[in-house]
T-cell receptor, first 114, second 111 residues
Framework: EPEVTQTPSHQVTQMGQEVILRCVPI?????FYWYRQILGQKVEFLVS????????KSEIFDDQFSVERPDGSNFTLKIRSTKLEDSAMYFC????????????FGQGTRLTVV | GQNIDQPTEMTATEGAIVQINCTYQ??????LFWYQQHAGEAPTFLSY????GLEEKGRFSSFLSRSKGYSYLLLKELQMKDSASYLC????????????FGTGTRLTVIP
């Protein structure tokens, strides 16, 4: 069964460092998303991406965040200068279309900023 | 703003039926999803409602009333493996595809 894959599964970084989280969405999917979940809190939307551009973003997704689809398979989230409060589980998701199509989530990258 | 409310925790007995409620107030409505999330794992899709009424899928059913801003997830013949968090998520405005999640309901199934 096709699945969304994310790497790494865990990342520890020092405050102020840049991190890149990587995702390979399901191959015939057209919409890609990043969500995050701070420990014990709800899943929060960060950004959606369609047709090689950002289609929606939340207020969390400020200038320190960026997304890129560098080739036909990868979808990355970059955090330029990490802060302690960026520590969370980051989920990548993809859906075949918009509308009623469900989003399939990857297993997540647990980011710890120290 | 977007406001999605669910009970924080529920406990039910193996073999029983449990109903998990979700109420929402969002700027626009374009469908409601239920996801299951085991601790430390990714959310996995359970059901989708966009029209009023009941959608049944095996042991799981989901109901929606758009006029009341209300949904529930019904789990029948509970099994121990159903112990997980159940997330209610709303797709808001027309043309938008992002989901707004509730805080999730942690269900514990006991023998």
């Amino acid at each position: 069964e096709p699945e969304v894959t994310q790497t790494p599964s865990h990342q520890v970084t020092q405050m102020g460092q840049e991190v890149i989280l990587r995702c390979v969405p399901i191959s015939n999917h057209l919409y890609f998303y990043w969500y995050r979940q701070i420990l014990g809190q709800k899943v929060e939307f960060l950004v959606s991406f369609y047709n090689n551009e950002i289609s929606e973003k939340s207020e969390i997704f400020d200038d320190q965040f960026s997304v890129e689809r560098p080739d036909g398979s990868n979808f990355t989230l970059k955090i330029r200068s990490t802060k302690l409060e960026d520590s969370a589980m980051y989920f990548c998701a993809s859906s075949r279309t918009g509308g009623r199509a469900e989003a399939f989530f990857g297993q997540g990258t647990r980011l710890t900023v120290v | 703003g977007q406001n999605i409310d669910q009970p924080t925790e529920m406990t039910a007995t193996e073999g029983a039926i449990v109903q998990i409620n979700c109420t929402y107030q969002t700027s626009g409505f374009n469908g409601l999803f239920w996801y299951q999330q085991h601790a430390g794992e990714a959310p996995t899709f359970l059901s989708y409602n966009v029209l009023d009424g009941l959608e049944e899928k095996g042991r799981f059913s989901s109901f929606l009333s758009r006029s009341k801003g209300y949904s529930y997830l019904l789990l029948k013949e509970l099994q121990m493996k159903d112990s997980a968090s159940y997330l209610c998520a709303v797709r808001g405005e027309d043309g938008a595809n992002n989901l707004f999640f509730g805080t999730g309901t942690r269900l514990t199934v006991i023998p």
